[in-house]
């Protein structure tokens, strides 16, 4: 990670309630535990949390029955998520990490791609993800769509022509410089993500839409009206999960692929 992403989380706090904060946040929250539910090895598997913030993920893995140890470059997440009983934590970099080789049976990098705005990097960090996952075990590797910006900012009313030239800079070259906040970022297509983990010798590679189409819409509703509308979400969802014309529409994309 970079210092100035620590600097982001460390002062604005973004990571505690990211995933409960907003109507697509909190559907983030659900799609990920069902995918993840899916293709898990039964408990009491060992998981390593490469990035896991302040614990979102490592809270209910462990209530599932899981071992899990939690590495984050934000020492303030860190602490928060040593204080989930069973969950053990570390301050740490995705792509040198500590753990020893084939010490995990499953390894999820759901923050660490898309901060790492160099590929070299993510091939650096999917490698060591390789490296620590014993033979055969479980990668689950989230990125950013390419296509967020363009609707958050459409559906939002925010795209004038300003914003309109860095989203099609953003669309042309995956380079994120912060347009609707947040920090500089890479974000996906789902080609290019099946690529990188590809390119890092794992197999058995499949990319799916996380939110699906309809995120957005979700956040126009409010939260008030979340439960009114997320089972049509989530249908929508699983629907297009690996449809090659509309997986991108989704706000995140999930790479799930074998050491």
Do not use: C
Not at 98 to 127: E, F, I, K
Request: cysteine-free; charged content about 25%.
């Amino acid at each position: 990670m970079t210092i100035d992403t620590s600097d982001h989380y460390n002062v604005a706090g973004q990571e505690d309630g990211r995933l409960s904060r907003t109507p697509h946040g909190r559907l983030e929250f659900l799609r990920t535990q069902e995918l993840l539910r899916r293709v898990l090895p039964p408990a009491p598997a060992r998981v390593l949390d490469v990035g896991g913030g302040t614990g979102a993920h490592a809270r209910w893995l462990v209530a599932d029955g899981y071992q899990v140890r939690l590495v984050d470059p934000v020492p303030a997440h860190v602490d928060a998520a040593a204080l989930i009983p069973g969950v053990a934590a570390e301050v740490g970099d995705a792509r040198e990490l500590t753990a020893p080789d084939h010490s995990a049976d499953v390894v999820l990098m759901l923050g660490p791609l898309y901060h790492l705005v160099h590929a070299a990097d993510r091939q650096r960090a999917l490698a060591e993800a390789r490296r620590v996952l014993r033979p055969g075990g479980l990668l689950a590797a989230a990125g950013t769509s390419r296509y967020i910006t363009l609707l958050e900012a459409g559906s939002g009313g925010r795209l004038d022509r300003e914003i309109a030239e860095r989203v099609a800079r953003t669309l042309r070259t995956g380079e994120y410089d912060g347009h609707l906040g947040f920090v500089q970022a890479h974000f996906h297509t789902a080609e290019e993500l099946r690529e990188e983990l590809r390119e890092a010798g794992l197999s058995e590679i499949s990319v799916l839409g996380v939110e699906g189409p309809v995120w957005s819409a979700l956040d126009m509703a409010g939260n008030d009206a979340f439960d009114a509308h997320v089972e049509a979400a989530l249908h929508s969802a699983r629907l297009v999960e690996t449809d090659p014309l509309l997986v991108n529409a989704s706000a995140h994309l999930l790479g799930i692929a074998r050491g």
